[in-house]
């Protein structure tokens, strides 16, 4: 498998540090708000990472971390009259809520900051007593970025270009400006613990590499986590850690690309801030992560409605051919022909290209081309008339469904029955455009009377009626059944 290494800059061959077993470790949310359209990018580039990993028979210990005590965290109990304790939990129950409605499986370990105040005072005093940092007259320790020679080796920026653009602030009492905070010491009304420079609280940057350390051991194999983490966080952890260690911090940095909204940066400054609710509002949470693995992980991503809907029609499109796929297996009798070598030649050539993309650094917006070949297949098997009741007909889409199923445990989407995914998407859409289904219902009802009675003309004018609220009416053998146009 290939992946793409922020330190070299380039695609590597992944193997694990020891066989058969993955140490991956990613970094989790701050909790002072709901979780946003990022976040979730986040969350699903990883999950289907660790669901490859793992299917490929690798053991695979996750572990993603909380921030529970953070500037953020104080000024939002303050704005509430609350305490970080209360907001951080608060969030933390959200962010399990969003993650459970995507898919998202719950990592092996998730340890929060305030858990680890021990571990990270005494990383930094070893900083300390080792020279790599100092503490302050009132309590701040700081770590000296110059005395870490590659300091700069995962950004790509050097001390010089730093120093250009750094300033000390008023009141802190560094060495260096470049130089950044392990240990704060106490304001009024922040939370607070005891540690040898007098009381106060962690930098932001120190508590991962702590938990990293302590739950799984250096080198990680994997550290992974938003494009914008990559400086200052992530280079500061390097500094921190590999200096205190003298081990190598991860042997893989890997980082999902920014996400856009509507071609600007995401930003509440700008009024575009979206959270995962506001989206959910829109559309179902499977639709949203199908929407985030269209494109590849290290992309920009845009997002939009428009986006979304465009998403909405491709894993609509997908679930209505394991419908129909569902029906033609169960309802038909089987002719015992083969199935054309080329048919079944090109559904192994499109089963073979899913690894392929996968193993090609993460790429499911290839592997969902694949996917989508062979939806094209299953259509051109039931369409002809003389394959579709073949032997070798139903063998190819009983191969085309047991992939999917293989396929969804990967990537986290198409796993619904295809029924009723259609039916709650057909309900989603009705209520996004004012549309009341149970008045849908009864008007179906009334039409099926009209033509029961031969009542032509009520019957049509019920159709009329339903195609003006923007309902498309479809009559089959089982009875008519509705869509929104």
């Known amino acids: ?38 976040h979730a990018r986040s969350a699903v580039v990883f999950d289907v990472m660790v669901r490859y990993l793992r299917s490929k028979g690798l053991e695979v210990r996750f572990a993603r971390n909380f921030t529970d005590v953070d500037d953020k965290i104080i000024k ?25 409605r995507l898919n998202i499986l719950r990592a092996d370990l998730e340890p929060k900051a305030t858990q680890y105040i021990g571990e990270m005072i005494t990383l930094a005093k070893h900083l300390i ?34 120093q250009a653009g750094a300033r000390v602030a008023p009141g802190e009492e560094k060495e260096d400006p470049l130089d950044f905070a392990l240990w704060k010491g106490a304001k009024p009304g922040e939370p607070t613990w005891d540690s040898p420079w007098g009381p106060g609280r962690p930098g932001w940057h120190l508590e991962c590499s702590a938990m990293s350390e302590d739950l799984l051991g250096l080198p990680l194999d994997i550290h992974g986590g938003g494009q914008d983490l990559v400086f200052p966080h992530h280079e500061n952890e390097i500094a921190q850690t590999e200096a205190a260690s003298g081990k190598e911090f991860s042997r893989f940095w890997v980082h999902n690309g920014f996400v856009q909204i509507n071609s600007e940066k995401m930003s509440k400054s700008l009024g575009n801030f979206v959270t995962i609710r506001d989206i959910f509002g829109y559309c179902l949470p499977e639709v949203l992560r199908y929407f985030l693995i269209t494109s590849h992980y290290r992309s920009p991503l845009d997002y939009s409605t428009e986006a ?62 694949h996917l989508f070949g062979m939806v094209r297949l299953a259509g051109r098997v039931m369409e002809d008339k003389g394959l579709r009741k073949s032997i070798g007909g139903k063998e190819i889409l009983e191969r085309i469904q047991a992939n999917f199923a ?15 995914f259609l039916t709650t998407l057909r309900d989603k859409k009705a209520a996004r455009k004012g549309i009341d289904a149970s008045k849908v219902e009864g008007l179906l009802v009334a039409r099926q009377e009209a033509r029961k009675n031969k009542d032509f ?27 929104v146009a």
């Open 406 to 420: 293989e396929y969804a445990s990967i990537l986290g989407v198409f796993d619904t029955a295809p029924a009723e």
């Open 308 to 369: 979304l809907d465009e998403a909405e029609k491709g894993i609509r499109r997908v679930y209505a051919a394991l419908a129909q796929t569902e029906d033609v297996l169960a309802g038909t009798k089987w002719s015992p022909a083969a199935a054309p070598k080329e048919l079944t030649g090109e559904l192994t050539d499109l089963e073979s290209g899913f690894f392929q993309a996968m193993e090609d650094d993460l790429n499911t917006a290839a592997a969902l081309g």
């Open 457 to 483: 003309a009520e019957s049509d004018r019920i159709r009329d009626e339903l195609a003006s609220m923007g309902v498309e009416v479809k009559d089959t053998p089982a009875g008519a059944v509705w869509d």
């Open 76 to 100: 939002r109990a303050n704005e509430e009259n609350s305490t970080s304790e209360a907001v951080s939990e608060k969030y933390i129950a959200a962010f399990y809520e969003d993650m459970d």
């Open 129 to 162: 007593d080792t020279g790599h940092a100092y503490a302050t007259p009132s309590g701040d320790v700081y770590f000296r970025v110059r005395s870490f020679a590659p300091y700069g080796k995962l950004s790509g920026r050097n001390l010089e270009e730093l």
């Open 1 to 38: 498998m290939q992946l793409f290494n922020t330190l070299s800059r380039s695609k590597e061959t992944f193997t694990p540090l020891t066989e058969g077993r993955v140490n991956m470790y990613v970094c989790g949310i701050t909790a002072y708000d709901y979780c946003h359209i990022g």
